[in-house]
């Protein structure tokens, strides 16, 4: 009788504590097929936190490593610099610190002409040079602009018209403005040595935003159709002009999918045949596969380019809470929207100051066991860029998944707080999964990678998970692990990052 009770305890013990079951089916179906199948890469825009910084020699280099060197950093190659407007100098309404972008040219009150300074943005420079040096071959240089320079705008103000719904380029500066993107652009080409790939003229366009004397420079109205049609026209004609026409010219930037697919729909034919990728951004996600499929029938590039937020995810998850949001948002726009590469807004969003920026205040340092943009926060005082659990879940991605891998959406046979995306590398020999678990328990899976590989494979395990104090960052768990016949158990920690390298034989 003792015998029979002691089995029947431990029959109830083991239910309790039994792990959920999940099957993660990576298969050769799922290839996301954008750009001939080949990821981009990861990236970042450098507006603004690159202004705040880049007067600091130590914080430059620091952030160059941290975010943009493959071994020692988040191996990010995509960095999107920003050509700013700059505002009228009697202005004084940008009070955020980073913000403040200087314009390429000013008014020389003894020529009356507008000219060029072309060290006006030298700290923003100071970051890219920097970047783009700890990227090395994989560099991907994009420019893009916030707004025209505020004398070529219908309020006069590089943060928008005094009718935020109202285009705010004037009539007559079309040209003008696609001139001073293309000049811009070729000094950085020729002058700096700098490999520009790509060039976006517009934010964010078809929104109401943005308005005049707005406490930051962040975008310019221009209406869908006939105005935007017009600028990326112009643009074309004037990087032709300068010799570098080569380069791909994006459209629009737009804050979600379903505005994009309206601005392409409306675009003349002669600026639809002018651009070569379509960029969109996901602060929205209405129209997300949507505009996957049109791209997709269009045979056009797509980039997801800008995204970021305050948001959580996770069970009790402390410091992994805003690491779970941003995870779990990167698997669920790519498996949307199959782009070919994913742009964080900002790596660093906030600073800490005694003395401030131009007699303003910081924001100061994050709050870690929310939610919070960015990944990072720089701290002036002692010139160290403060790390967070956000930044390594992104690393989770960026590390592990490089250019030129294609990459693959991944199916799973039940709701179990597990989302994940996998990746071939371009010479077929290494599968990468990364999987979240959301739950505050462990959850088993099993990774069935037999379309791919139905043999042998050694696997290495990295997680990401509790808090930067006593936490895992990048943790090596498991390696020189073995895969048979294509099927690999595993089993997610609570509110985790995972990645899995499997090195087939």
Request: charged share 20%; proline share 3%.
């Amino acid at each position: 009788m003792k015998g029979g009770i002691l089995s029947l305890l431990i029959a109830f013990l083991a239910s309790t504590v039994s792990f959920s079951q999940t099957t993660i089916k990576v298969s050769k179906e799922n290839i996301i097929t954008t750009n001939n199948a080949s990821w981009e890469g990861w990236g970042t825009s450098l507006c603004w936190w690159a202004n705040r910084i880049g007067y600091n020699p130590t914080l430059t280099k620091e952030s160059a490593r941290l975010f943009f060197d493959k071994k020692e950093g988040l191996g990010l190659n995509i960095m999107r610099y920003n050509i700013g407007g700059g505002d009228d100098p009697t202005h004084n309404h940008i009070t955020r610190t980073d913000s403040d972008v200087p314009g390429w040219q000013y008014y020389n009150a003894a020529t009356g002409e507008y000219e060029y300074d072309y060290n006006a943005d030298f700290r923003q420079l100071n970051v890219l040079k920097a970047a783009s040096r700890a990227a090395g071959q994989e560099a991907y240089i994009e420019v893009f602009s916030n707004s025209p320079p505020y004398f070529m705008t219908v309020s006069g103000c590089s943060t928008g018209n005094f009718k935020a719904e109202e285009d705010n380029i004037r009539a007559d500066a079309y040209d003008d403005f696609a001139e001073y993107l293309a000049h811009v652009t070729h000094y950085m080409m020729k002058n700096l040595r700098l490999d520009v790939r790509s060039i976006s003229p517009m934010n964010e366009p078809n929104t109401n935003y943005w308005p005049a004397f707005n406490y930051k420079q962040e975008g310019c109205h221009i209406d869908a159709g006939e105005s935007q049609s017009k600028l990326l026209v112009e643009t074309k004609k004037a990087l032709t002009r300068y010799g570098i026409d080569n380069i791909v010219l994006t459209a629009s930037d737009e804050t979600n999918p379903g505005k994009q697919i309206e601005e392409i729909r409306l675009m003349t034919p002669e600026a639809r045949a002018a651009i070569n990728r379509i960029s969109a951004h996901t602060y929205g996600t209405n129209g997300i596969r949507e505009l996957g499929q049109l791209a997709k029938q269009e045979n056009i590039n797509l980039w997801m380019s800008e995204v970021d937020g305050n948001g959580t995810a996770g069970t009790d998850a402390g410091e992994m809470s805003a690491a779970l949001w941003l995870a779990e948002k990167i698997i669920t726009d790519i498996s949307a929207l199959k782009p070919s590469a994913w742009v964080l807004w900002q790596v660093i969003d906030t600073h800490v100051s005694k003395e401030g920026y131009k007699g303003r205040q910081d924001k100061g340092a994050l709050n870690t066991n929310g939610g919070f943009w960015g990944t990072a926060y720089a701290n002036h005082d002692t010139e160290e860029v403060v790390l967070t659990q956000k930044y390594y879940a992104f690393g989770q991605f960026s590390r592990y998944i490089r250019p030129g891998s294609s990459l693959i959406t991944c199916a799973t046979e039940r709701n179990s707080g597990i989302k994940s995306i996998a990746a071939i590398d371009r010479k077929g020999k290494q599968i990468t999964v990364v999987c979240t678990n959301t739950t505050a328990g462990t959850q088993e899976a099993t990774i069935n990678l037999a379309d791919f590989h139905n043999g042998k494979a050694v696997v290495t395990e990295i997680r990401t998970s509790g808090s930067m104090a006593d936490g895992e960052h990048w943790n090596i768990t498991g390696r020189n692990l073995k895969m048979e016949n294509g099927i690999y158990r595993v089993q997610l920690s609570p509110n985790s990052v995972t990645t899995y390298l499997f090195t087939l034989k």
